[in-house]
């Protein structure tokens, strides 16, 4: 009888990587376009336009490759918790610190979300954090404060610099309390999850979209942002991490954060122009050691 097959000896699975670059592409292409679609909307225009439109596309694809959206008293309430802390808060925090930041900041800050996530787990969940992934936690932490430069918190232009910091911060606390709920909710369809919250979510966003038609409509380039953000990234990158999760498990997503911190810069200074300062030179080679160092022996992040 031959050996069992080990998992290095197992063929690689090329479709389930090039799903992996296209959601990791998406997801980083999100902070350019929330800079461009508030180059014509609102704040509350461009978060309402995305809440309704994200839903708009999400609904069909949860009753063609989910199981729809279930007629649950339980389904609805755990829809209605994922909604504010999946979609409606952290969307909003995340686009007006967004308004105030370059967009490759932000991104470097959101690849974050996996070490927050650990954190929470631990704090809430009981989840043991071994010395190894609490060394991760305090070198990831600690680009972080490099990234938000603590000299510009004081002075006269401090709460201008503070407040948009804060935002992304609030934003990325969002996210990982959505990992936490995802963890300890009932068992359902991820799709159908996501449909259920993105219909609850887009009722907040129902009118800020609709005061985009009150007067003369903004110019093609806002739009591309607000359709680029809803499609690619709201729709298409959930769609293929929730796909993924499906077919390789979470652990196979862990490094989307590596990728995001490098992604997120190529887009942001390439395409927006933005500038890369001292403090992100320092604060991105502490983050992706974060993150390395959270790992556990196998190589891969441990996503709870």
């Known amino acids: 009888m031959s050996a069992p097959e080990t998992p290095s000896d197992q063929p690689t699975d090329y ?7 296209i959601m990791s592409v998406c997801m980083s292409l999100s902070f350019v376009f929330v800079k461009l679609s508030l180059e014509g909307f609102s704040l509350a225009q461009s978060v309402g336009g995305r809440l309704v439109i994200g839903a708009v596309f999400l609904i069909p694809l949860a009753y063609v490759f989910g199981d729809g959206l279930p007629r649950k008293r339980w389904f609805w309430k755990w829809s209605l918790a994922l909604a504010m802390m999946n979609f409606v808060l952290p969307f909003s925090l995340m686009t007006y610190g967004q308004s105030f930041l370059p967009s490759n900041v932000t991104g470097a800050m959101f690849s974050l979300i996996p070490l927050t996530t650990i954190g929470l787990s631990a704090a809430f969940l009981g989840v043991h954090i ?36 804060l935002a992304t911060l609030g934003a990325i606390f969002c996210f990982a309390c959505a990992a936490i709920l995802m963890r300890i909710m009932p068992r359902v369809n991820p799709l159908s999850l996501m449909a259920g919250s993105a219909v609850i979510a887009s009722v907040f966003g129902i009118l800020p979209f609709a005061s985009i038609f009150d007067g003369e409509l903004p110019p093609l380039r806002p739009w591309i942002g607000l359709l680029g953000i809803s499609i690619l990234s709201t729709t298409i990158a959930y769609s293929l991490r929730f796909y993924l999760i499906r077919r390789k498990g979470p652990v196979f997503l862990a490094p989307n954060a590596y990728f995001g911190v490098i992604l997120v810069n190529v887009f942001g200074v390439g395409i927006m122009g933005d500038a890369i300062t001292l403090a992100m030179m320092i604060a991105f080679p502490l983050i992706v050691l974060g993150l390395v160092i959270a790992q556990d022996g196998s190589g891969n992040m441990k996503q709870v």
Not at 15 to 21: K, S, T
Not at 131 to 160: D, N, Q, Y
């Open 130 to 165: 071994t010395g190894r992934k609490l060394g991760g936690l305090f070198i990831g932490f600690l680009g972080l404060v490099v990234i938000t430069e603590p000299s510009k918190w004081v002075g006269s232009t401090g709460l201008e610099h503070a407040l948009p910091m």
């Open 15 to 21: 479709g389930a990587w090039f799903a992996f670059g």
